[in-house]
């Protein structure tokens, strides 16, 4: 067997390695779902209207303080809240 054709065969054999493992890992969600009863109507109250005013990062910021949630799920829950954009110009 040449040098050559033992390069292209480990090559080869390598890639379908590297496949089978990628296919048998198990993904999991990135972070649980967030439960919105689980934040009070005030917190998502004040909440709204920082959204409302743009000040997205702020309400990030409340939701995450009053909730202890991390910054993915806290994010989340502000990016499900209504944006009404029509107030706002």
Request: charged letters at 20%.
């Amino acid at each position: 067997m040449s040098s050559g054709t033992a390069f292209i065969l480990g090559f080869f054999l390598g890639v379908l390695l590297t496949l089978a493992v990628a296919m048998t890992v198990r993904r999991r969600p990135s972070h649980p779902p967030v439960v919105l009863r689980d934040v009070s109507e005030e917190t998502l109250s004040r909440a709204r209207e920082l959204v409302a005013s743009g000040q997205i990062v702020h309400a990030v910021k409340l939701v995450r303080e009053e909730t202890g949630l991390g910054l993915a799920q806290a994010k989340a829950v502000v990016d499900g809240l209504p944006h009404d954009r029509s107030e706002n110009g």
